[in-house]
């Protein structure tokens, strides 16, 4: 950018608050309360360190460190910085779902970058939801941003092997059939997670991060790094240096985000492996930026990139495999022309100038295109059980049962799911189709990872390791089996799915994209003109708020009053 189109002093959003007349003396003097010199802040760009760090966000434990990092290199290119804190959306901890405040979080940070004097932003995060919140929120805002995530935790090791987050389930699984005693478990609890950071394995945290590098939001390199790496700490102060120049160039989210910015954020988050929640969020982040992306477009890409990173689920790996492999740089050189490598980035470059020279370093941990994991991440299915789609990982399902025909077994809510899963009143066999309904964005409301239906004890303790699961819910990011997730429409709202009766049939032919209820439209009428929605969950408050707005899994899970792309700013108030 010219020196003729660079900002002035007067031309900073700040300055509204700071120089704008006879009246910004009470903004200067509340600053110079807080111990600052006139010098530090008067005529700079003002930097919003927005930090999620929080004692019950074990992803997060970190980033108060970071922020300082972060802070230094703002105030090394001549910027000021402020730290705000915001919700810390943490997995694990957070019930009944962190997902039933992506959301909130979205619309913190959007109305912290409204109503204070920002001029630019960096973002500290990285546990599954708080990636796609913080985005979205300074997507609405439309300010200069960096995004820095907070990266993934050490390998653990049970019994001289390595053990991911995915190992837990297994582990859980093996637990309820008796197979294996508690004392193991406990054994296992002690080590499984060395340090702070997000998942070890390609959970939603990985799969968010590295779509936010490869959208170009974030630092060449950022999103493959373990957070405790002294090379994440050196990122972040160069993250806090350049979002002083994105400030003083005015390069905001609108002028980086297209369509082939998200498609190469689809084609990563395929490439990796990565989780089915990438999905929702990636929908919801591209309404926030107003840019098109759809269902379809993640099953065209899902048949034209296989995965090529070996990290749990979908491959037997952990994430610091994929670090010494050359991380995110080197996988994406690897995919070379089935990415758009003249997207812009925060670094001024393109994509492909960023990964240029990255080279991958073992070809078990990122696979060539002709030795890839498995050719497909995900499949988009269409028909009467999912009229507007639902997902499936085939990567991490059972080949045997990618064609399947089966009676169903239905579950209303989880509540009647733990209370009898195990009960033999429901004729539950191997060849079964679990179904479990009222769980999407406004039945759960939130849809909770539910989606991994638990497979009764005694057919695991006869060998049956996986069946055929659909569920209008979700399910985390490092679990695995053949689980349709995100049915929609779900069936709190009336979606097909709600109309299920225990025994009928259902089909499930992933090569063929499809899930069908083999009903006819008669009866399929009879039964919703007797169908009535369950009772609310919430009578009051933001749950209230957020089943009555929030939109289904097709479309973002969005609320409907946020999901546009226009920006308004706060008109100056002199009154004080």
């Not at 405790?228 to 390069?251: F, T």
């Not at 960023?354 to 988009?380: I, T, Y």
């Amino acid at each position: 950018m010219s020196d003729s189109s660079r900002k002035k002093p007067s031309d900073l959003r700040s300055h509204t608050w700071y120089g704008r007349g006879p009246f910004s003396f009470l903004e200067r003097s509340r600053t110079l309360q807080n111990g600052y010199l006139l010098e530090e802040f008067n005529g700079k760009p003002v930097i919003g360190v927005i930090n999620t760090w929080s004692d019950m966000s074990t992803c997060h434990r970190h980033l108060r460190d970071r922020a300082q990092e972060v802070k230094r290199g703002v105030v090394q290119a001549g910027g000021f910085p402020v730290e705000l804190p915001a919700m810390g959306v943490g997995e694990v901890m957070m019930q009944p779902t962190s997902m039933l405040y992506r959301n909130f979080l979205a619309m913190e940070v959007e109305e912290l970058l409204r109503c204070h004097p920002i001029d630019a932003v960096v973002l500290l995060g990285g546990c599954d939801k708080t990636t796609p919140a913080l985005l979205m929120g300074a997507f609405s805002m439309d300010l200069p941003l960096i995004y820095v995530p907070a990266g993934f935790m050490l390998a653990g090791y049970f019994r001289g092997k390595p053990v991911g987050t995915s190992d837990l389930w297994r582990f859980g699984q093996d637990l309820r059939a008796g197979k294996v005693p508690i004392s193991d478990v406990l054994e296992l609890e002690q080590v499984q997670a060395r340090s702070v950071g997000t998942c070890n394995s390609m959970g939603t945290a990985s799969t968010m991060t590295a779509a936010a590098e490869a959208l170009g939001l974030s630092l060449p390199g950022a999103s493959s790094l373990p957070a405790v790496d002294a090379r994440a700490g050196r990122l972040a102060v160069d993250a806090g240096r350049r979002i002083v120049e994105l400030a003083w160039n005015d390069i905001r989210p609108s002028t980086l985000l297209t369509r082939e910015s998200f498609l190469n954020a689809v084609a990563v988050c395929l490439a990796l492996g990565g989780s089915t929640n990438a999905v929702i969020h990636l929908l919801a982040m591209a309404g926030r930026a107003g840019v098109e992306l759809t269902l379809g477009d993640f099953d065209q890409l899902a048949r034209e990139v296989p995965i090529l990173v070996d990290v749990q689920p979908a491959g037997s790996l952990l994430m610091e495999s994929y670090d010494h492999a050359g991380g995110s740089r080197a996988l994406m050189c690897r995919l070379g022309n089935k990415l758009h490598g003249d997207a812009a980035t925060v670094t001024g470059a393109s994509l492909s100038a960023n990964v240029s020279g990255a080279e991958v370093w073992d070809d078990k941990a990122v696979r060539p295109f002709e030795d890839p994991v498995a050719k497909e991440a995900l499949a988009v299915l269409r028909g009467n059980l999912c009229p507007e789609g639902a997902i499936i990982k085939p990567s991490a399902a059972t080949e045997a049962l990618m064609v399947h025909r089966g009676r169903a077994v239905v579950f209303d809510g989880y509540e009647d799911l733990v209370a009898n899963i195990e009960s033999p009143d429901r004729g539950i066999t191997p060849q079964s189709v679990l179904i479990l309904r009222n769980c999407g964005p406004r039945g759960g409301p939130g849809m909770p990872e539910c989606g991994m239906i638990p497979i009764p004890g005694r057919l695991i303790r006869e060998g049956v390791r996986d069946m055929v699961r659909i569920s209008d819910a979700r399910m985390s990011g490092t679990s695995f089996g053949t689980c349709v997730l995100h049915v929609a429409p779900e069936a709190y709202v009336g979606g097909p799915l709600a109309l299920v009766q225990g025994g009928d049939w259902i089909e499930l032919d992933v090569t063929k994209r499809t899930l069908t209820l083999d009903v006819d439209d008669a009866e399929l009428g009879r039964r919703r003109a007797a169908w009535s929605p369950p009772a609310p969950r919430y009578a009051r408050g933001y749950g209230s708020l957020f089943a009555k707005h929030v939109g289904q899994a097709s479309e973002g899970c969005d609320f409907d009053f946020l999901a546009s792309s226009e920006v308004s700013e706060p008109l100056p108030f002199f009154g004080h």
